[in-house]
Each structure stands twice: as C-alpha cells, then as structure tokens.
C-alpha cells in the first residue's frame, strides 16, 4: 500500500510538471520522416564519399524530437539515407574533395521526395601574366584577389610565374569574377568580368600597367613621427543598386595588401611613421589609419593617380601608448648593425607570460572591411632602421612589459627566420635593450 501510495504521488508529480512547462498541452510528437538524398555532379553523377552532416534547426517549441542530427558518407552511388529522422527544418552540409561545399536549408516531411544535392566541381584558371610592353612577366611575384559577382566568393592568391609568364589557380568555383592582380615593381591589372567555366578552363591574359602610390604618415601633434599604424584602403566604385548613385566601399584592397603578404609592412615604421604602398590601382578610396587604444582620426576620402603619390595623414593626441624602448643591435661579433631594417614581433606580456591574442587592445572598429580586419590584429608587427650606431627607438608603445622578437627584413620570406628574442620594459622615459643577431 505504501509503494502504490508513493507511485501515485509521483506520477501526480510528474504530470503537475509537465502541465506546467508546456502549458498544460500535451506535444505531439513529430512524425517519422526517413531522409532519403543524393549527391552528384551538376551533370547528375554520383559523387561517392561525400561528407553529408545534417543538424535540427536548433527551435525550442520543438521538445519532444528525438532525433537532431547525424553525420555520414555517400556510397559510390551518392545515395545517403538517415532513417531516424523526424520531420522539421534542418540544416544540410556536404563537402567532397574537389568540389564547391554544398549548404541547404531544408524543411522535411514524410511525403518529402528524395533530397539531390548537386555540387559544382572546382576548376583550375590559368593565366598569362605580361609586363607592360606584352612580353611574359617571367619569374614575376603575382597576388591575386578574385571576387566572384555577385559578392560571394573572396579568394586570395600568391604565385611566382613561370619562364613563359604563366600560373595556375588551382581550384576556383564557377561563377563570374572580378581580379586584381599586383606584381611589385610592375604594376596591376584588374579584369572586371572573368568567367570561370566548370570544367572549361581557358587562358587568360592579364597585362600589367604602371599604378599609383599611397604613403601613410602618422605623427604626435608636435611632429613626433609614429610607428605601428596601420593603413587600409577600399576603392569607393558607383553603387549600381542605388538609383541615387552614390558611391560605396568595395573592398578593392586585398590585392595591395598582398603583395607584402606581411603585416609588417602594412604599418608605419617606427622613427620615420612612413609607409608607401606601390602598384594602387588608380581611383577613389576611403583610407583610414589605425592605432590600437587611441582615438584615430576619421576616414579619409582620397584619389589615386598612376603618375603620382596621395599622402594619408593621421595626427595623434596619445592617450594610452606614450612609452617607448630603444632597441640596439648588434652583430654576432658585437659591432653595431648599422642602417639596417629590421621586423620587430612585439610581445605585451602580464605577470611574465605572454597576454592572449584577443586581450591585446579594443576591437576592430566596426567600419572596417573584412578583408582588412586581419590587418589590424596585426599591429603589433613593426618595422624600422637603425641608425649608424645601430640603435632605433620603438614608439608608441604601452608602458609595461614586452617580449620583442627580431629578424633582418631579408628574411621576411624564410619560413623559420634567425630570430633573436629578448623582453624589456617599455616607459614614458624610455626602456633600452640590446639584441644581438643569430649566426
């Protein structure tokens, strides 16, 4: 009698909760929906081995599902089949190697038919790059910026061309693209429409024509010049969907920012508060100069012409970074190293360790294109000369603790450059290290 007695208290309990929670309406539950699909070529083959990941749309009215997802191959039919699953919204992915990622959004019903998920293969683009008098741009350092039309597909690219001024882009997705493409020390070449075809390569020439240049100077209200701000630049081209006309910012800077393929070298140096961009596609731009911690000055609207350079000017009433440290370096048999560049990888460190990335300074400011925002996590690499004493001074910094790593610029490219590391104490007065050079 007691057992029966607790039971009913129990299943009292347990129908007072559920009345409670949903309302006092019992959830009907979903219906049995096997997921029946097929992936293939846009031809209709099957493609076998294809990755299909499939999630429930993530919906709390739904509270009575028991299935919410799964994850599985195609068989060398294509065929994938997931015979738990309810109806409802799902989220489909596939990927397969060699082919563009499939995404669907899917609503599933028992009566729903078989699922095809036809994916477009991936197709290499040769190109044909020449120097402005049309002859092959042999050996030539070429970054490329595609951007598929419309806006979807942002891709960048470096390759050095062969004896006949010729590269490869290896896998791009079928779509009509707009490029950019920069060749330090000959110019750029942009192709507003190139149409990649799936499975119909066809060369394409790109002739190189001389480009503008953009110098980015910082300095202090009183002329101190600064180091570590960055530059970003986004071509302003006509709005075609405004009907007034307007202007707006495309994001044409991936290729100029590339063809450094360093952020290093995207920043002012230090001592001089100077850096040139060469090769700009000529035209109107939104330029802004960056400074983690400090109030920056606005955007600037400036124009770029190929027979000149357009100056970006940002001065600076700093607030947070007024500390510094002079950095001497020395050989490995001690004599100064005297007028040289040098990378500097700045460290801040906190209680002797290393801060985390996403700690060091405020966030992105929330103007700045995607495709430059990497540029601004980037800050903290420096560039400057020293002297004939082999002595230079890194500013602005913020007072405290850094690690300061360095390396000569002509090891930008080495995938493990010689570099010495050492920490120091950055303050207003000015902290002082000595690096010497690694054999």
Not at 192 to 201: A, F, H, Q, T
Not at 330 to 335: C, G, R
Not at 372 to 381: D, K, R
């Amino acid at each position: 009698m007691f057992a029966m007695r607790n039971f009913v208290r129990l299943l009292f309990i347990f129908q007072f909760s559920f009345f409670v929670l949903y309302g006092g309406e019992a959830q009907p539950l979903p219906e049995r929906a096997p997921l029946l699909g097929k992936v293939a070529t846009t031809a209709g083959s099957p493609i076998g081995g294809a990755t299909v990941a499939l999630r429930r749309q993530d919906n709390e009215s739904v509270v009575t599902a028991a299935f919410w997802g799964g994850k599985q191959l195609t068989g060398a039919d294509g065929v994938f089949s997931f015979p738990e699953a309810e109806e409802g919204i799902y989220y489909l992915t596939v990927d397969a190697e060699g082919y563009e990622n499939f995404n669907w959004t899917l609503e599933w019903k028992p009566q729903s038919p078989t699922f095809w998920a036809k994916m477009l293969k991936l197709t290499p683009q040769p190109l044909r790059v020449l120097k402005t008098d049309g002859q092959p741009a042999a050996g030539a350092k070429v970054f490329l910026h595609f951007r598929a039309l419309p806006p979807g597909h942002i891709s960048f690219y470096s390759y050095e061309a062969g004896a006949d001024g010729r590269i490869n882009v290896p896998s791009l997705t079928p779509a009509n693209y707009w490029v950019h493409a920069v060749a330090p020390g000959l110019g750029y070449a942009i192709m507003p429409n190139l149409i990649v075809k799936e499975n119909e390569p066809q060369l394409i020439d790109l002739k190189f024509q001389p480009g503008g240049r953009a110098r980015a100077v910082a300095k202090t209200a009183d002329g101190r010049p600064l180091g570590g701000a960055a530059l970003a630049l986004s071509e302003l081209l006509p709005d075609t969907a405004n009907e007034l006309g307007g202007a707006t910012a495309q994001g044409n800077d991936g290729a100029i920012y590339l063809q450094t393929q360093h952020r290093s070298t995207l920043v002012t140096q230090d001592g001089s508060g100077q850096m040139e961009l060469q090769d700009v596609a000529p035209g109107r731009y939104q330029a802004r100069l960056y400074i983690p911690g400090e109030a920056n000055p606005p955007m600037q609207t400036i124009e770029v012409k190929n027979d000149g350079t357009t100056e970006v000017s940002g001065v600076y009433n700093l607030q947070n970074q007024k500390a510094s440290i002079e950095v001497t370096v020395q050989t490995p048999d001690d004599k100064p190293a005297a007028n040289r560049e040098f990378v500097a990888s700045l460290q801040p460190l906190r209680n002797g360790q290393p801060v985390p990335a996403g700690q060091v300074g405020p966030p992105v400011p929330p103007d700045v294109a995607p495709t430059t925002s990497n540029l601004f996590q980037g800050v903290l690499s420096r560039r400057f000369k020293t002297d004939a004493n082999g002595k230079a001074t890194l500013f602005p910094l913020s007072a405290g603790d850094w690690q300061i790593t360095i390396f000569p610029v002509e090891q930008l490219s080495e995938r493990k450059p010689k570099a010495p590391t050492t920490t120091a104490k950055a303050t207003e007065a000015g902290g002082t290290i000595t690096i010497k050079l690694l054999q």
